[in-house]
């Protein structure tokens, strides 16, 4: 972390200090993936502070860092180690929350917001990061394919939602990156629907959004099917735009371009198909430590693409009264394009 931790310092810019109190922050420049912690980053020094049950944890586990263990209260101990390391202005992390920010100002810190400084580093993902969010692929996709013989009229969403996230399980997922969305029929048109008691009927489209955990990274997939039925041709021409709308903006993705132009790439399929006002949310998101970071490939994107970036490619359409595709990929990009870390196929399949 050597890199990270320079980076850091560059953006002094009228502090003596950074305070991070993001936990996934501190796992990301530590490795510590406890609960309780926070981090002082000097010009000098790199301090650690836990409290007494991460002792060993942080003591054998934690290397760069003077590990310190607090006692008594958080913000004391932030302006006691403040004044030892000289720092007379600190920085903030804009995610703490207002009365712990109003409880340092009380000791006398003061306090400079610093925003996204660590989570643009984050974006770059190295080698081992890549290697663990494919591992996070590969562990969800054979999770699906093992349900995927059970998805078929008669069957409930929430049914396939609970196989699916025991089967993430059994991979070797620790833990499950966010609800699983099982939505069929008219609940396909909510992006974010929930799975419910509804069981599949013919005609419906489903939507499977889930996502699987390898080394506290994630990944991130969606995949649309259709139930033989009645009004399978408008429901067969919404997932081809989809379809199309996926692969443009991941044929168009190169270092160096405006992340919005990612996102206009997908839109302008859908909208010169006709669906463009049924088309509300962005195109994509970071996913590593969580499953929503930077960078945000939306119509107000703001950055470029850079090479070892990691991001999904999610275009949509939801009909209400009809229902919705989405199909959702993993992308890696390298020196020249956009790689697929999804393998699972995209061709529409209909049971």
Excluded at 5 to 33: H, P, Q, W
Excluded at 189 to 202: C, I, Q, V, W, Y
Excluded at 282 to 293: A, C, D, M, R, S
Aim: aromatic share 8%; hydrophobic share 40%.
């Amino acid at each position: 972390m050597t890199l990270q931790l320079s980076a850091i310092r560059k953006s002094f810019k009228g502090i003596d200090g950074l305070l991070v109190t993001d936990v996934n922050n501190i796992r990301y420049l530590t490795g510590f993936s406890g609960s309780s912690g926070f981090l002082l980053i000097a010009r000098k020094r790199n301090i650690f502070v836990t409290d007494f049950r991460y002792r060993e944890q942080a003591e054998t586990g934690i290397n760069g860092w003077d590990v310190v263990i607090e006692k008594g209260e958080r913000a004391r101990t932030i302006l006691k180690l403040s004044r030892m390391l000289g720092i007379k202005r600190l920085g903030f992390e804009v995610s703490v929350s207002y009365e712990f920010f109003r409880r340092l100002l009380k000791k006398g810190l003061v306090m400079k917001p610093f925003k996204n400084v660590i989570e643009k580093l984050r974006a770059i993902k190295d080698d081992e990061e890549i290697g663990l969010i494919k591992m996070a692929v590969r562990r969800a996709e054979a999770a699906f394919l093992d349900v995927r013989p059970y998805i078929r009229e008669g069957v409930s969403e929430n049914k396939l939602a609970r196989m699916l996230e025991e089967r993430l399980k059994k991979k070797g997922c620790s833990c499950i990156p966010f609800g699983i969305i099982v939505a069929s029929g008219r609940n396909s048109s909510m992006p974010h629907a929930r799975a419910s008691e509804k069981r599949l009927n013919g005609g419906d489209l489903v939507v499977i959004d889930w996502g699987g955990e390898a080394g506290g990274y994630f990944s991130d997939m969606t995949r649309t099917l259709l139930i033989k039925g009645v009004d399978m041709g408008k429901k067969k021409e919404i997932y081809q735009t989809v379809l199309e709308a996926n692969k443009k903006a991941v044929s168009v993705i190169s270092p160096g371009m405006e992340s919005k132009k990612v996102d206009n790439s997908a839109r302008y399929v859908i909208k010169k198909a006709g669906y463009g006002e049924f088309f509300g949310h962005g195109t994509g998101h970071g996913v590593g430590l969580q499953v929503h970071e930077l960078p945000n490939i939306a119509r107000n994107g703001k950055g470029t693409i850079k090479e070892n970036m990691v991001f999904t490619i999610e275009p949509g359409i939801y009909v209400p009264g009809l229902g919705g595709v989405r199909i959702e990929d993993m992308v890696a990009v390298n020196k020249r394009r956009a790689v697929l870390l999804t393998k699972l196929p995209r061709e529409l399949e209909i049971i």
